[in-house]
């Protein structure tokens, strides 16, 4: 349904839009997948290892708002899905993508939605961004911690598929919102020369 409410949008826009919009759902798939590389491995005692995805799926959301942000984020997943190595590792396929990484692959989807759909709704200020990528990162960390309950008690979850991801998770979302401020303010300077 996604993919035909899609391609339904990209029938109503000229050539040059279509374009436009096709080169940034590439680069924001490129961009997830070299994220994901950008990861440190907690060792063998934590399920999955901090990546810098996160980060880039909630910008990508506030940039392309809802429709196209969670598009974008679709399109990564199944790319994924289908073997290209984006994943973590240089990983892809069905195996790495329904292993313990899943809920958190799917909560890149839906944090999307919400991120893109608030984004669309408010001004960009620092402390609003920050408030959209903070959802965002819960939405993620909710997804993950669901997603570990196939492989782990309530409490090991929750203490190795959530704690450790919460430092990092306040500087993504500070990092995050800041690039997005330094980017509108960039575009703005752009379009008064």
Same mark, same amino acid.
């Given at each position: 349904?996604?993919?035909?409410n899609g391609l339904s949008v990209l029938k109503r826009i000229n050539?040059?839009?279509k374009m436009l919009r096709i080169?940034?759902?590439?680069?924001?798939v490129v961009a997830l997948g070299f994220a994901a590389q950008i990861a440190i491995n907690l060792g063998s005692l934590y399920p999955v290892p901090i990546t810098a995805q996160s980060m880039v799926v909630l910008m990508i959301a506030h940039l392309y708002q809802w429709k196209w942000g969670s598009a974008c984020i679709f399109i990564y997943l199944l790319?994924? !899905?289908?073997? &290209?190595? %984006?994943f973590s590792n240089f990983s892809g396929g069905w195996a790495a993508f329904s292993g313990k990484s899943m809920g958190f692959l799917l909560g890149f989807f839906f944090a999307a939605l919400v991120v893109g759909k608030m984004a669309e709704k408010q001004d960009v200020g620092f402390?609003?961004?920050?408030q959209q990528f903070f959802i965002g990162s819960l939405v993620i960390l909710l997804c993950g911690y669901l997603?570990? !309950?196939?492989? &782990?008690? %309530?409490?090991?979850a929750f203490i190795k598929g959530v704690v450790p991801f919460l430092p990092?998770?306040?500087?993504?979302?500070f990092v995050g919102a800041l690039l997005i401020i330094i980017m509108q303010r960039f575009r703005c300077l752009m379009k008064q020369s």
């Open positions: 349904m996604l993919i035909f050539n040059q839009d080169l940034q759902l590439i680069l924001g790319v994924g !899905l289908l073997g &290209l190595p %984006v402390l609003k961004v920050s997603g570990l !309950l196939r492989f &782990l008690d %309530v409490k090991t990092g998770m306040i500087i993504k979302v």
